[in-house]
């Protein structure tokens, strides 16, 4: 984001650009969607979007963003209070569904990023891998899961997540089934619990 508001007009003329932007790409596509048809959406005079965006490739970049934060936030409030990491990798997971069905315009639009701002697509990955890798580490040291690469161990976990939430909620939008989920969770329990000794 080129420039931050600073008022309260300013936060909402900037909230107004973002979620008509959030429309418009997820249904149209970035391609199809001009700087016209979003400040047109938002209700707000074409200059403005030009005050806090350089370019459409620039909003790209913050929903990206915004994606991001949001997305780490609900899982990490989601799973506050749990203290054995194999729970909170399988509340976490039903968890992940849960916001990307809840958040399927966004998820579109990461899908659009990947062609139209790969370097933003990578970067997003790289971010969660990142603070998962942390935790990870830290449970393997307190022997509560598997001990492997952490870094690894956080891509196929997020891969698992990925394909999961593209097949069942994406694509199909049918959601997992209880006995889809019960067989998840057994799954991740027998993949990461710790070597007997």
């Known amino acids: 984001m080129y420039r931050s508001p600073k008022t309260e007009k300013g936060k909402e003329t900037l909230n107004k650009i973002i979620n008509a932007s959030v429309d418009l790409i997820s249904e149209r596509g970035f391609l199809n969607t001009s700087i016209s048809d979003i400040t047109s959406k938002a209700g707000v005079a074409y200059g403005l979007f030009y005050f806090y965006f350089k370019s459409k490739h620039d ?8 994606f991001n934060r949001d997305m780490r936030y609900y899982l990490k409030v989601n799973t506050m209070g749990l203290q054995n990491r194999i729970e909170i990798e399988k509340v976490g997971m039903r968890k992940f569904l849960e916001w ?46 598997v001990r492997v690469d952490p870094e690894l161990l956080s891509y196929v976990l997020i891969g698992i997540g990925e394909m999961l939430g593209r097949r069942y909620i994406l694509w199909t939008n049918e959601g997992l089934t209880n006995k889809q989920l019960n067989d998840l969770d057994l799954l991740l329990s027998n993949m990461l619990k710790p070597k007997s000794s």
């Open 59 to 66: 909003i790209l970049d913050e929903l990206i963003r915004k």
């Open 100 to 145: 990307m069905d809840e958040n399927k315009k966004y998820y579109k639009i990461f899908v659009e990023a990947q062609v139209h701002r790969p370097e933003m697509y990578i970067w997003h990955f790289y971010k969660l891998s990142e603070r998962y890798r942390i935790g990870l580490q830290e449970a393997m040291n307190r022997g509560e899961i």
